[in-house]
């Protein structure tokens, strides 16, 4: 579950900070990544550079999924050439589950030395785990490798074993690539989804590369981005190694709530910092920060996080990352497949489930048992070659109750390079077409196609299209009704070889196969920090005047015995409360006098809120140029003070204002000041942030920011705020 902490941390004003964590809560998710097929010349990489050519202190963190019990070592981050000597670093998973971080003196061989973890990783039961290796070159008298696990990159780090001790060393400043996924193009095949990476120049020190492949969107060969710290990254392969994009359901922003302590009411969502969709902010590495500069007085409260949106889960997750043979066995999720033809030509190879076809009018089927009825799946399969002789064709089967009864979509793949789509039943294995042939485009060797079959109620919607290189159609290619299967809860991939089909023999590969619930009503996800009372006595007891969009305009409104003299005022400084005018509460109703009526007939609306004027005292020329600049904008003030005045937070709708000089001698810095106003409803929009924590204030240059790893973006979606007070 997520967390929430507080703090009271800003030194003037009575702001909560509050942290909402989800790296943890986020490792319930299906992540995006790179699938590696782990074949030869099949990787990510991005060229050397100078930046890159790192020779002292590094941190390299990687977040995989994959068998951590390989056959063979397996690099997941590398720039490491043998040839010409350009051995640098090399960090590989070993067939016993240890890690070994290995890096040369002087790109030979005979100069590599290495360190490996004393314990082996335990990954989760999806098999993903997050590693992170420091090199301390000389820490005074030794070299000093340390490694540390975590569910994701983003939660918290715990020490694998213990520290590994040599001889002070170097890393050599060697020209080759970084690469993800092999070194050398063929050396230490690595098979399984990457979902990030990070290499720094020094422990915790600027980051030289940091792609997250668990942002990106699907796609495949050619595939090129930058990642955060300007860095590119280029694909080498072809769609056997491509980029998945993360499960939908997975929580990308998150709003947190004010709550009243005592009812359990919540009393509105914190304002997001800049750029923001609803009351939601984006989580940057799992984490959102906001401030709450609305927080009452005196009044026990607490925060609760809610993602943005929470979607149903899916009941089957399947990405075919473990290795079997003549068996797909079971689904990460852990449902077990049901087959049509013999186990013997059913494989997973790390990346794909695959079934082997000998001779045309062969059909493989492997099912599992999703629980619902009601089914959103979707799965992606390669198809082999451009068909002869006769049709290949794919089939995602939904509702069944077997592998011989339910809903089926197929694919054509016909001996034109055209593709087809068609939706039919299957009874006792008897298939019945249900809708004619849709043309959904053309097709080539080796290209993946995904299905996409949502069955709910009586309603069967169907999309097919590129899975590389194109995006989900919007709609639905196929929306029909029929209500011969109701009672199934079997799902699965289908692949027949049609009549006259001489591709044979071939081998199928299916990946990203999920069933989701559709339509589900989801349960909340929440989070919720411990009680919070901001204490009006740690603030002078003061009143606030503030720009709820604008905090870095807020003002403390003094509060002054009478006696003070006027010009010493709060010592001599400040912006002071002297009044509240009376009180007026329009109506909003009216009355019609009808003809031959002797009363009238009275229309009503509920009755305004308070209008008044509050009277204020500038002390000194910058004390009402301060508060000229809050009322500048001309948004809504919040007037906010403890409750022993009896005057309740409002927001303030302020109309003209007026400045007093009291004195003839205007060289005497006093004014007095008149805000006339009405009570409204709090304004909608983002905060720009409170002063110390807005990007303009935590670094001066852009450098700076991309010093920092920060891009254009982070600062457009306020991904730069919470750089300051820890946070």
């Not at 290495?114 to 005074?140: C, E, K």
């Not at 089914?375 to 390669?382: E, H, K, L, T, Y």
């Not at 110390?692 to 790893?709: A, F, H, V």
Request: proline residues 6%; charged residues 15%.
């Amino acid at each position: 579950m997520p967390t929430v902490t507080t703090y009271q941390d800003h030194p003037t004003l009575p702001y909560v900070r509050v942290v909402a964590d989800w790296s943890d809560a986020l490792a319930a998710y299906p992540a995006g990544g790179l699938n590696a097929p782990g074949i030869v010349n099949y990787y990510f990489s991005t060229p050397d550079s100078a930046r890159n050519r790192i020779t002292g202190d590094i941190d390299v963190r990687f977040d995989v999924t994959t068998d951590w019990t390989p056959t063979a070592n397996q690099a997941v981050v590398a720039k490491w050439v043998q040839a010409g000597n350009q051995r640098s670093y090399l960090i590989e998973i070993e067939p016993t589950g240890v890690v070994t971080l290995s890096w040369s003196t002087d790109g030979s061989g005979a100069g590599v030395l290495s360190a490996t973890s004393t314990v082996a990783v335990t990954p989760d039961a999806l098999g993903r785990q997050a590693v992170w290796a420091t090199l301390d070159v000389n820490d005074g008298a030794n070299s000093v490798v340390t490694f540390y696990t975590a569910p994701t990159m983003e939660s918290t780090w715990t020490q694998l074993g213990a520290q590994v001790t040599g001889v002070t060393t170097s890393i050599f400043a060697g020209s080759a690539p970084i690469t993800i996924g092999l070194y050398d193009g063929s050396a230490s095949l690595f098979t399984g989804t990457v979902h990030s990476v990070q290499v720094r120049d020094g422990i915790n020190g600027p980051p030289i590369a940091i792609p997250q492949f668990d942002q990106l969107a699907s796609g495949g060969y050619p595939y090129t981005f930058y990642d955060s710290a300007g860095v590119p990254w280029a694909l080498t392969g072809s769609d056997a190694i491509y980029i998945q994009a993360a499960d939908p359901g997975r929580p990308t922003s998150v709003a947190v709530y004010r709550v009243d302590a005592t009812t359990g009411e919540r009393l509105g969502a914190l304002r997001p910092y800049v750029c923001y969709d609803g009351d939601c902010l984006p989580l940057s590495c799992g984490i959102a920060v906001f401030w709450d500069t609305e927080a009452p007085l005196d009044v026990p409260i607490y925060y609760e996080t809610v993602a943005c949106p929470t979607l149903a889960p899916c009941t089957v997750v399947e990405s075919f990352t473990r290795v079997e043979t003549s068996t797909w066995d079971a689904a990460d999720t852990g449902q077990v497949y049901a087959y049509s033809g013999a186990l013997a030509n059913f494989n997973v190879d790390g990346a794909h489930g695959t079934m082997d076809f000998a001779a045309a009018l062969d059909m493989r089927t492997a099912a599992l048992d999703t629980g619902t009825t009601d089914q959103d799946s979707m799965a992606i399969v390669r198809v082999p070659a451009l068909a002869t002789g006769g049709s290949l064709y794919a089939y995602l089967l939904v509702r069944a109750t077997d592998v011989d009864n339910g809903y089926t979509a197929r694919l054509e793949f016909d001996t034109s390079g055209d593709v087809t789509l068609r939706l039919l039943e299957y009874t006792a294995g008897s298939g019945t077409l249900l809708t004619s042939s849709l043309a959904v485009g053309t097709y080539v060797a080796n290209q993946l196609w995904a299905i996409h079959f949502r069955v709910v109620n009586d309603t069967l919607l169907v999309n097919a299209w590129p899975f590389l290189g194109g995006d989900e159609p919007t709609g639905w290619q196929v929306n029909f009704q029929d209500a011969t299967h109701v009672t199934g809860t079997f799902a699965g991939p289908r692949f027949v070889a049609g009549p006259g089909n001489t591709n044979v023999p071939l081998t199928v590969a299916w990946d990203q196969f999920t069933v989701c619930t559709p339509c589900a009503d989801p349960e909340e996800i929440t989070g919720a920090s411990p009680l919070v009372t901001v204490n009006s006595s740690d603030f002078n007891g003061s009143f606030f005047l503030k720009d709820p969009v604008r905090p870095c305009n807020d003002r403390e409104i003094y509060i002054c015995a009478p006696s003070v003299r006027l010009t010493d005022r709060c010592g001599g400084s400040g912006i002071t409360f002297v009044t509240i005018g009376t009180e007026l509460y329009r109506s909003n109703s009216t009355n019609v006098r009808a003809f031959n009526r002797r009363s009238p007939i009275a229309s009503t609306r509920k009755r305004s809120t308070a209008s008044t004027a509050l009277r204020l005292t500038a002390v000194s020329f910058q004390d009402l140029e301060d508060l000229k600049q809050l009322l500048i904008p001309g948004s809504p003030l919040l007037f906010q003070g403890p409750p022993d005045y009896g005057v309740p937070d409002r927001y303030m709708d302020v109309h003209d204002l007026s400045v007093d000089h009291p004195l003839p001698n205007l060289t005497v810095q006093v004014r007095s000041v008149v805000l006339p106003y009405d009570t409204v409803d709090a304004p909608s929009g983002p905060t720009q942030g409170i002063c110390g924590n807005r990007t303009i204030d935590t670094c001066d240059t852009y450098s700076e920011l991309e010093s920092q790893g920060f891009t254009y973006e982070d600062i457009i979606t306020g991904l730069t705020s919470g750089l300051i007070g820890g946070s």
